[in-house]
Structures are given as C-alpha cells and as structure tokens.
C-alpha cells in the first residue's frame, strides 16, 4: 500500500518546501496546511484499506498498518491539520511581525517534522526504529515548546526535552530487553506481532522487567504520575496550536507503545498486567483530579486534565476484555479531539485577554462571545459533559467496569471524575460568565475560528453517533488489545 | 572470519572495559570540573566501542564491529564537535559546576545504585542461562543507567545534565551489545543519526537559554509549577 509511504513523505517533503530560504512564512504556512489536508486524506484510505484487509504493509514489510495504528495515524493527521489552520492564524498573523518570517518559516519546518514523527511511530514495523521515531517526537518539538522564548518556556523546554528524553533511554532499554527475549525464545521478528507470537516462549522474567522500563521510560513522556512532573510546564507554555498536537495527540501515541505490550504481558502470563494497568492509571486520575481543583492558569488545566485522561485510558486497557477495550479506543479519539479543541479555546482567550490566568478572565462571553464559546464547549466537553464524546466514551468505561465486576475501580474512578468535572466546570464557568473584565488583545482571526468549528465537529459527533466505519475500525483495533 | 585469540581472551578484554566503565561512569558523579565531565563522557564512549568489538570478534557479529565505528564516529568525535559549535568554549569552558548534593554523599547512594544494578541482574541470572558477555556487561550496564539518571536529578548546569543523558544512552548501549548483538543495520545507522541531532538540539536549546537568562543553571529556574 503506498499510502503508507506517502503518509511518512508527504510531511518530510513538506518540510523541506519550508525550509526553502524565501522569507515566507504565509507560504511556509500554506504548504503545512495543504501537506496536512493531503496526510489527513491518505490516512482515510489507509483506514479504508485496513477495514477492507485487516492489515496491510509496504516497503516490504517495512511499514505496517492494523486497526490501533490506523485509528492513531488518522487522529494524528485530523489534529495537524487543525492545528495547522490554527497556527496559521496564530503564529502567522499573531506573530509574524514580532517575529520575523525566518522563524515562523522555522516553526513550520519543524511542525511537518514533528507531525512525520508522530506518524512514523504507529506505523514503523520494526521496534527499534519505532523507539527512533519516539526520541524524535521529542527532539522536533522541543524548539516549538521554546517557541515564544521567554525565560518560563525556555525552562519548560529543558524540562521537557531532559526528562522525556531521559525516559525515552531507559524505555530503550526495556526494548532491548524485550528484543533479546525475542532472539533468546524462538527467534521471532521485532516487531508487535512477533512480540505478541513468541510471549509464551520469551523468559518471563525478561518479559517482565522489559514491560517495567517501559512503563517507566514511556510513561514518563505519556504524563504518568509520578513522572508527570514536567508535562503541565510544556503543555502550558507551548503556542496553542502545538500544545494540541503535544497534549492532544503526542502523549497517545506514546501511551499507544505501552497499550501494545498488554496482551505481550496477557500471553507471557508473568504478572498481574490489570492490576498494573488499573493502579497506575488510578494514581495519574487522582493526582490530576486534586491539581485541578487548586490550578490558576487555564493552559495548566487543561495539561493536568490530559494527565487525567491518560490515567482513564491506562484504566480501561487494564479492565481488559473487549467492552473495556472498545471504550479504551473511543476514549482515546474523545480526548485527542476535545483536547485540541480545547487548547485551541485556550488560544483565543489568550488572544483576546492576554493573560492565562483564571482569575483574571471574568466576563469573556460579553467581551468576545467567539471565544468564550469555544472555551466553554472545549471545557465541558472535556470535563465529560453530555452530549459531548467524552461522556459517552467515560461511560462506556464504567459500564464495562461493572460489567466485569470491578467495583472498586469503578468507584474510585468515578470519585476523581466528578471531581475533575467540577473543577474544570467551576474554573470555565467562572471564566465566560460574569461582568467583563479590562482586556487589551484582539479577537482571534477568521482562520482560527475555522479551525475551532472544524475541530468541534466531531466532538460533537461523536458524543451521540458513531458512524459504521469507525465502529468497525474502533472494534479492530479493540480486538489488538486482547491476546 | 578469523579469531584473533581465544574467546577467553576476549572476555577478558570485556572485562577490563566493563570494569573501566564503571569507574568512569562513577568519576563522571564525583567531578567538579565541567570539561572533566566531557573528557570522562568521550572516555567511556571508547570504552564502549572497546567491549563492543571484543563482543563483536567472539560472538562472530559483524554488526558490533559497525556499532563500535558509529560509537567513535558520533559519541567521540560528533558529540563534542556540535557541543562545541552550538554552545560553545565560553560556557562549557573551565569551570566548576555544582550540585544538590555534596560530592561524598553523592559517591555513597551512587555506590547504593551499583549494588542495586548487579542485584537486578542477579536475580535475572537466576532464571535464565546467558553467555559470560552478557554476565559482564548487563550488571554494569543497568548500573550506569542508574547512575546517569543520577548524575541527570542532582546536576544543576545544562550541560551537566545532558552529560548524565549520555551516560545513560553509552550504559544502554553497553547493556545492549551484549544482549541485542544481532540488531539490523538499520537500526545502528538511525542510532548513528538520531545522537548527533539530540546533541544539536540540546546544545541549541543550551545556548538560547543562556542567551535569554544569562545562566545555563537549569536547576535553578522555578518559574512554572503550582501555587
């Protein structure tokens, strides 16, 4: 399937259009968003050819595609091409001026880069080039982090680059452990599949502390707690457009490496994977759902309710059995989609009151009634609000908690939800509503606003319809998580 | 291919490298002197290539004998070339960099770490059978891991910190010659591109934090975090 090769090309040559010295940056900005329109409709066919033949190759074998990678790959190349409209409102007509075409053309050179990255990772087939592709997440977005160039993102840029990369070493070696089991039982290929045919002949012991580097070196770079340290400081000072492509979509491709080794761990038989899987998500769900009440700056919010939501996904892949599973993949699509529109929202108020502070944003529907909806649609949706697709995936969650019998999990998980959901509510309330405050910024351009639209479509959507195709492409890629 | 020596001899040279790699590894905790810390770094990165080609003749792998090229292409020649240029003399020149902990303290919980690496790789021993390489270069590999996650929390300088992150990258890789000698080629030549682009990235983001703070004393900037 060339589709596969082109997925990989399109960005890297999209890259190089920018890099062509022509002092541009509104081309620069053009080619990022017809090269992301272009990645987003090879993704579609690549979906379709997954539905059509369960799994599909090219470069002989060199690259591979199932239903989880598809369902990775597509929400990838809906959120840079959203996050391309956005940016070329954002840091084109916002900062051109201040900052001069060679950096904005620098910003979308990187940008391709980054989102080729995040696309070469769900889709490389062998896994030491698969962990290649995570370094370089990392490494291309760690000058779009430091964008703006204040002293507090320059810090939230070495956190981000020395921690992650930090823990991307030690998932290295979880890899090449795992790689050594595959050599030692059975002589299986080095990929997810032969990982998954040689579990039972690899020592477990292998297995094991393999699975361990890796839910730590990765985990790191997803947000788990303790390891999160440094995500709310680069998710909050990033330019809005990137903060959804590193919140939205970067912590769940990652989080898609550990997602992978669950049914390795299930046929290995070495440990009790759910109860890993459930504890570990927990905490994250906890420590966020407490962050989030006592948070004053609203990027922050939204960084410490991705935490959140990487903690309910890591849950219902550990409930385990498909409903649990279904629920996982949906929820993951709900949280990239709300989570871009979110930071998105995020963008235009600190367009229109140029401060991130929640205290000091009262009153923004009467003052910029664009905005203000948007961030009022992005928060509920995010809090879990209906009709919006996150209730629906949540609830799918606990359903299948019950279903399975967990009880304990199902409340303590609902305990923090509702916490979460009344913070986020009571902070968003608090920011649209209520006499207007003095702002000095400028409403968001057009450009932006047709970003937001587009991207609130399918959180909309999705909230009370799922349409065939994707039922059938969520319940494939349900399906990988079982052994 | 021909042998040079016996195997027994290799080992020996395996050993005397994992020995030495350790030691440096240890040496990279206790300095003070930042261009110290860089010396030492592109020590162990001969060390490595060292146990790499030792491990490389006697498992008859020609594909350690590539990685022992690539090690002192990127690790000691690349790296400090494009630290050099991206950050360059001034800030990484003679000078003294501090820490969180006293030095003594820090010698005591790395020496802790180290025991704690051979106690994994013991118990994994346990289990299951390995090739005497693999005796040698796992325990030393997992401790060095730990000690440049060390030297990264304690370090308060830039380039310090990034020192501690190719600690760990060289201890993984030593780890890895001995359990992961058959990778394909094109995995060592992605490794081969992927090092130098870290080095540039963090010597670029090194240089404009000092360009904006006046200070590369990352561990002193507190900023961001909740109220």
Redesign the interface.
């Known amino acids: 399937m060339a589709a596969l090769t082109w997925l990989l090309l399109v960005p890297v040559l999209a890259a190089l259009l920018c890099a062509l010295p022509l002092r541009s940056g509104r081309l620069a900005g053009r080619v990022t968003i017809i090269a992301s329109l272009a990645e987003f409709l090879l993704a579609a066919d690549v979906v379709r050819s997954v539905l059509r033949f369960g799994e599909i190759e090219s470069l002989r074998g060199f690259l591979v595609a199932d239903s989880l990678s598809a369902v990775i790959v597509l929400l990838v190349t809906f959120v840079a091409l959203t996050a391309g409209l956005f940016s070329y409102g954002y840091i084109l007509q916002h900062r051109e001026a201040h900052d001069g075409a060679r950096r904005v053309e620098a910003y979308f050179v990187l940008y391709n880069l980054f989102v080729a990255s995040m696309l070469a990772a769900p889709l490389l087939a062998?896994l030491?080039?698969v962990w290649?592709a995570i370094?370089?997440t990392t490494?291309m977005s760690?000058?779009l982090v430091?964008y703006v160039?204040t002293?507090?993102a320059?810090?939230?840029?070495?956190?981000y680059?020395?921690l992650t990369?930090?823990g991307a070493?030690?998932g290295?070696?979880g890899f090449?452990?795992l790689?050594?089991g595959t050599?030692?039982g059975g002589e299986v290929p080095f990929t997810w599949q032969g990982l998954l045919e040689g579990a039972s002949r690899i020592?477990?012991?292998?297995v094991w502390?393999g699975f361990l580097l890796s839910l730590v070196g990765f985990g790191t770079k997803v947000g788990l707690v303790p390891l999160h340290t440094w995500l709310?400081?680069a998710h909050?000072?990033a330019p809005a457009p990137i903060c959804a492509l590193l919140s939205g979509i970067e912590t769940t491709t990652v989080l898609y490496m550990l997602m992978r080794l669950f049914p390795v761990l299930e046929a290995s038989h070495v440990a009790n994977q759910s109860a890993w899987f459930c504890s570990v998500g927990l905490l994250s769900v906890a420590v966020a759902a407490f962050?989030l009440v006592?948070?004053?700056d609203y990027k922050?919010m939204f960084a410490a309710s991705t935490v959140e939501h990487m903690g309910i996904i890591m849950v219902a892949v550990g409930l385990g059995g498909f409903p649990a599973h279904f629920a996982a993949i949906y929820q993951i699509a709900a949280h990239t989609l709300t989570k871009s529109l979110c930071f998105f929202a995020a963008g235009a108020v600190l367009l229109v009151t140029g401060t991130q502070e929640v205290a000091k944003v009262r009153g923004l529907m009467s003052r910029s009634p664009a905005a203000a909806m948007a961030l009022l649609l992005g928060g509920l949706g995010i809090a879990g609000a209906p009709p919006f697709a996150v209730f629906i995936s949540e609830f799918f969650i606990f359903r299948a908690a019950v279903l399975s019998k967990h009880y304990i999990v199902v409340g303590l998980l609902a305990v923090f939800v509702v916490m979460a959901f009344c913070a986020i509510t009571f902070h968003i309330t608090g920011m649209v509503f209520g006499p207007p405050g003095e702002f000095n910024g400028h409403d968001s351009p057009a450009v932006c606003n047709w970003a937001i639209a587009i991207a609130f479509v399918p959180v909309l959507i999705l909230g009370f319809y799922l349409p065939p195709f994707l039922q059938s492409l969520f319940e494939g890629a349900a399906r990988a998580l079982g052994k | 291919m021909t042998v040079p020596g016996s195997v027994q001899t290799l080992v020996g040279w395996d050993a005397l490298a994992s020995a030495l790699f350790l030691l440096v590894s240890l040496a990279i905790v206790a300095t003070r002197q930042m261009l110290a810390t860089l010396r030492l770094f592109v020590i162990q990165s001969l060390l490595l290539a060292v146990s790499a080609t030792a491990i490389g003749i006697g498992t008859h792998s020609v594909h350690l004998l590539v990685v022992a090229g690539i090690v002192i292409a990127t690790k000691v020649i690349s790296v400090p070339w494009v630290l050099k240029i991206t950050v360059g003399g001034e800030i990484y020149g003679r000078r003294e960099i501090d820490q969180a902990l006293t030095i003594p303290t820090s010698l005591i919980l790395a020496a802790g770490l180290v025991f704690f690496g051979f106690f994994i790789s013991e118990r994994l021993f346990l289990t299951i059978s390995v090739p005497e390489f693999t005796i040698l270069n796992l325990p030393v590999g997992i401790a060095c891991v730990l000690l440049g996650m060390f030297t990264v929390t304690v370090r308060r300088e830039a380039i310090a910190q990034l020192m501690g992150l190719l600690v760990m990258e060289n201890a993984v890789f030593f780890a890895g010659a001995a359990i992961a000698s058959h990778l394909p080629t094109l995995a060592e030549i992605a490794a081969a591109v992927d090092l130098p682009i870290m080095t540039l990235v963090f010597g670029l983001l090194i240089r404009q934090i000092h360009r904006k703070l006046g200070t590369t004393r990352v561990g002193e900037l507190s900023a961001l975090g909740e109220r």
Do not use: C, M, N
């Not at chain 1, 320059?154 to 956190?159: C, G, H, R, S, V």
């Open positions: 062998h030491t080039l290649i370094e370089l490494l760690a000058y430091a160039d002293p507090e320059l810090e939230a840029a070495w956190k680059v020395i990369s930090a070493v030690i290295l070696f090449l452990l790689y050594w050599q030692t020592p477990g012991a292998i502390l709310p400081d909050s000072q962050v006592r948070v004053h922050r």
